[in-house]
């Protein structure tokens, strides 16, 4: 008898299903009760939204405000920050329009409670940098959830989301999702026109610097675990800018922000020996990709290519000076403030390490790679932009709908659109939530049908681990090695390494070629063909099986992507050694990619960046 024969299965229906209530999905939770009064709005989260998501221990700052009300920035002025960063590949119309709609959304998380600090001179909000202002944030998370379950027909924590369901009676339309509690282990099958996916970046696809001990210390959520991408990808929708990883310098060890330091204490980088190094690679890098290194600011990607040079010179560890600003009591509270709210590991690390920063320069280091579409960097899906300011090829439906029909994103989840943060992926959930709730609005009556042969099927193959697991136990050889299954930790170390090696991470200095992309590829489909055999001992290993399976499917669209796009476009990011310059003759353009199911084959394709903003 398996273990299919007791399990439960718990059907829900609703008009907008929203998968992840992190802070585009609590935005999208709240907006899609305001746009449909009458509709039944569910949001189903893998933990339990009061703490969950990339915000769940906290923030400093909220990087995303115009502050139009003092007229300190317009939307344009955003745009033009967010290409220039990009080195010229954003969707201008997507991103104008989260710029437009943030403030709005701050001024919200103000009024359900979040103390935002204020200059006691003008009242308005104190800026850490141009985009940036500060917060007493160990609460947010907490706050804007109160507003998304008080919206919501219904939350449903603790449910791991797997697979979305399609639509039997139309090609290429969404109809649901399906997935299972992981602390009941019940099977749930979500029914819905319209559904949001919200769920977040993705860590731990390339090998962490935390490895052994230390590995759930990763910079981006270690339970970030690529569904935004995998859910998508699976039911055929187009995917752009996935090769746009991420790599962030922040402080060894701890991973500890380093924004706050720069933009508010005014801290400064020197090397080993004391010196700025900045200036020593200007040439270097403008043979590399001409004048963007004239832009101000500097792209993000180019600072972290000037350490990674100075570091391969011999000239590292890259230290933050920090003893000058901690000679100032405000400073010193400041920068310890900075890790409480939001990082505390980092001060944890500090202390351990006998580093106090008023005596000693702390070590920076750049981490492994993220994927992820809101902070410094922009993979994700590619979604319809508004209707008042897409151009017409950007446009195929309703705001913020993939290529799949009432399928929406917003958050981590959406490419093509840096820098919206915390705040903007909470603005972009409140604009896919409206726009998810006049595609339902416009069906009527019509409703997609789920195929019950379908969700039956996934109810198989999502608890197969734990019949593998049941199956092949008593074979284990010695400690947990088994000859028939694999743990979803040994599965994600294979992973990382692979990743790591072959596509651009720490240990070959983010840099990659075709040949080893291709041999990559290969160590992944063969990966993939180990996945059939993952085994997972009780309900928590189930979920650490899925998002290994997430993870996976993630990083072959990540390597496809990096094959696909014959430049470097962003060195600090990571480099194709064997086309070491940006090429802006072939390459300003979007990559996209299209998986399909059946074949296993990924389609690629360019397509065109419109500048609309001069
Ligand atoms: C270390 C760090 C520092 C940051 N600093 C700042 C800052 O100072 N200021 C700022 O404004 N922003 C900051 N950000 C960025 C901000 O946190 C993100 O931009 C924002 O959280 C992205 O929102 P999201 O909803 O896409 O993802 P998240 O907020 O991460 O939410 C995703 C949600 O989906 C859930 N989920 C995932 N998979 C599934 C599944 N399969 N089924 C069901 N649920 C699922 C997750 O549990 C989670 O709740 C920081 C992020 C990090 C990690």
Same mark, same amino acid.
């Given at each position: 008898?398996?273990?299919?024969?007791?399990?439960?299965?718990?059907?829900?229906?609703?008009?907008?299903?929203?998968?992840?209530?992190?802070?585009?999905?609590?935005?999208?939770?709240?907006?899609?009760?305001?746009?449909?009064?009458?509709?039944?709005?569910?949001?189903?989260?893998?933990?339990?939204?009061?703490?969950?998501?990339?915000?769940?221990?906290?923030?400093?700052?909220?990087?995303?405000?115009?502050?139009?009300?003092?007229?300190?920035?317009?939307?344009?002025?955003?745009?033009?920050?967010?290409?220039?960063?990009?080195?010229?590949?954003?969707?201008?119309?997507?991103?104008?329009?989260?710029?437009?709609?943030?403030? #709005?959304?701050?001024?919200?998380?103000?009024?359900?409670?979040?103390?935002?600090?204020?200059?006691?001179?003008?009242?308005?909000?104190?800026?850490?940098?141009?985009?940036?202002?500060?917060?007493?944030?160990? #609460?947010?998370?907490?706050?804007?959830?109160?507003?998304?379950?008080?919206?919501? #027909?219904?939350?449903?924590?603790?449910?791991?989301?797997?697979?979305?369901?399609?639509?039997?009676?139309?090609?290429?339309?969404?109809?649901?999702?399906?997935?299972?509690?992981?602390?009941?282990?019940?099977?749930?099958?979500?029914?819905?026109?319209?559904?949001?996916?919200?769920?977040?970046?993705?860590?731990?696809?390339?090998?962490?610097?935390?490895?052994?001990?230390?590995?759930?210390?990763?910079?981006?959520?270690?339970?970030?675990?690529?569904?935004?991408?995998?859910?998508?990808?699976?039911?055929?929708?187009?995917?752009?800018?996935?090769?746009?990883?991420?790599?962030?310098?922040?402080?060894?060890?701890?991973?500890?922000?380093?924004?706050?330091?720069?933009?508010?204490?005014?801290?400064?980088?020197?090397?080993?020996?004391?010196?700025?190094?900045?200036?020593?690679?200007?040439?270097?890098?403008?043979?590399?990709?001409?004048?963007?290194?004239?832009?101000?600011?500097?792209?993000?990607?180019?600072?972290?290519?000037?350490?990674?040079?100075?570091?391969?010179?011999?000239?590292?560890?890259?230290?933050?000076?920090?003893?000058?600003?901690?000679?100032?009591?405000?400073?010193?509270?400041?920068?310890?403030?900075?890790?409480?709210?939001?990082?505390?590991?980092?001060?944890?690390?500090?202390?351990?390490?006998?580093?106090?920063?008023?005596?000693?320069?702390?070590?920076?280091?750049?981490?492994?790679?993220?994927?992820?579409?809101?902070?410094?960097?922009?993979?994700?899906?590619?979604?319809?932009?508004?209707?008042?300011?897409?151009?017409?090829?950007?446009?195929?439906?309703?705001?913020?709908?993939?290529?799949?029909?009432?399928?929406?994103?917003?958050?981590?989840?959406?490419?093509?659109?840096?820098?919206?943060?915390?705040?903007?992926?909470?603005?972009?959930?409140?604009?896919?939530?409206?726009?998810?709730?006049?595609?339902?609005?416009?069906?009527?009556?019509?409703?997609?049908?789920?195929?019950?042969?379908?969700?039956?099927?996934?109810?198989?193959?999502?608890?197969?681990?734990?019949?593998?697991?049941?199956?092949?136990?008593?074979?284990?050889?010695?400690?947990?090695?088994?000859?028939?299954?694999?743990?979803?930790?040994?599965?994600?170390?294979?992973?990382?390494?692979?990743?790591?090696?072959?596509?651009?991470?720490?240990?070959?200095?983010?840099?990659?070629?075709?040949?080893?992309?291709?041999?990559?590829?290969?160590?992944?489909?063969?990966?993939?063909?180990?996945?059939?055999?993952?085994?997972?001992?009780?309900?928590?290993?189930?979920?650490?099986?899925?998002?290994?399976?997430?993870?996976?499917?993630?990083?072959?669209?990540?390597?496809?992507?990096?094959?696909?796009?014959?430049?470097?476009?962003?060195?600090?990011?990571?480099?194709?050694?064997?086309?070491?310059?940006?090429?802006?003759?072939?390459?300003?353009?979007?990559?996209? #990619?299209?998986?399909?199911?059946?074949?296993?084959?990924?389609?690629?394709?360019?397509?065109?960046?419109?500048?609309?903003?001069?």
């Amino acid at each position: 008898m398996g273990l299919l024969s007791g399990r439960k299965t718990v059907y829900v229906d609703s008009d907008v299903l929203v998968i992840g209530g992190g802070m585009a999905g609590c935005g999208a939770t709240y907006e899609a009760r305001y746009w449909g009064r009458d509709l039944n709005i569910v949001c189903v989260e893998k933990a339990n939204i009061e703490r969950s998501g990339a915000v769940a221990q906290g923030l400093y700052a909220i990087n995303c405000y115009m502050g139009m009300q003092w007229d300190e920035n317009q939307p344009e002025d955003h745009v033009r920050y967010a290409r220039n960063d990009l080195m010229g590949l954003v969707r201008e119309d997507l991103g104008y329009d989260i710029a437009r709609h943030v403030d #709005s959304s701050v001024h919200k998380f103000e009024e359900w409670g979040l103390p935002i600090m204020k200059d006691p001179e003008t009242g308005q909000y104190m800026r850490e940098g141009k985009w940036q202002i500060m917060i007493h944030g160990e #609460s947010y998370k907490p706050i804007v959830a109160e507003a998304a379950r008080k919206a919501a #027909s219904k939350v449903y924590n603790r449910i791991m989301v797997t697979h979305l369901l399609m639509d039997k009676t139309k090609a290429n339309r969404v109809a649901g999702a399906v997935g299972f509690n992981v602390r009941t282990g019940d099977f749930y099958v979500f029914r819905a026109p319209a559904v949001i996916v919200a769920a977040g970046g993705a860590s731990h696809i390339y090998k962490p610097r935390s490895v052994g001990e230390g590995m759930g210390r990763t910079w981006y959520a270690p339970w970030s675990s690529a569904s935004a991408y995998a859910l998508p990808i699976l039911v055929g929708a187009k995917m752009t800018q996935m090769e746009n990883r991420i790599v962030l310098t922040r402080f060894k060890d701890g991973y500890g922000p380093v924004g706050a330091y720069f933009l508010h204490l005014k801290t400064y980088t020197e090397n080993a020996y004391g010196d700025e190094y900045e200036s020593n690679w200007y040439e270097n890098t403008k043979e590399l990709v001409g004048d963007y290194i004239d832009r101000q600011p500097v792209p993000t990607c180019l600072r972290n290519h000037a350490i990674l040079e100075e570091i391969k010179a011999g000239r590292g560890p890259i230290r933050m000076v920090t003893k000058e600003a901690f000679q100032d009591p405000h400073k010193e509270t400041i920068g310890w403030e900075n890790f409480l709210g939001m990082t505390i590991g980092q001060a944890v690390v500090w202390a351990s390490q006998n580093i106090d920063p008023k005596h000693t320069n702390p070590e920076l280091t750049t981490s492994e790679p993220y994927v992820m579409g809101s902070h410094a960097t922009c993979s994700g899906a590619w979604a319809s932009g508004p209707e008042d300011y897409a151009p017409s090829e950007y446009q195929w439906g309703y705001n913020r709908m993939m290529t799949v029909d009432g399928l929406f994103g917003a958050g981590d989840t959406i490419g093509g659109t840096a820098h919206k943060f915390s705040s903007g992926s909470f603005a972009e959930g409140r604009i896919a939530a409206k726009a998810a709730v006049k595609y339902v609005k416009d069906l009527g009556k019509e409703r997609p049908q789920v195929n019950e042969a379908e969700y039956e099927n996934l109810k198989k193959v999502v608890f197969q681990p734990m019949e593998n697991y049941e199956v092949g136990r008593n074979e284990i050889v010695a400690g947990t090695v088994s000859p028939s299954y694999l743990l979803p930790l040994h599965g994600l170390q294979r992973l990382e390494k692979i990743m790591d090696e072959y596509v651009g991470g720490i240990s070959s200095h983010y840099t990659t070629n075709e040949p080893l992309l291709t041999r990559g590829l290969e160590l992944l489909g063969m990966l993939k063909e180990d996945l059939d055999h993952l085994g997972a001992e009780d309900l928590h290993q189930l979920q650490r099986a899925w998002e290994l399976q997430h993870r996976v499917l993630a990083s072959e669209s990540v390597t496809h992507h990096t094959m696909f796009r014959k430049e470097t476009r962003w060195p600090g990011y990571y480099y194709r050694g064997d086309h070491m310059k940006l090429d802006d003759k072939d390459w300003h353009c979007f990559t996209l #990619s299209q998986y399909d199911r059946e074949s296993g084959e990924w389609a690629m394709e360019k397509a065109p960046v419109y500048h609309i903003v001069d």
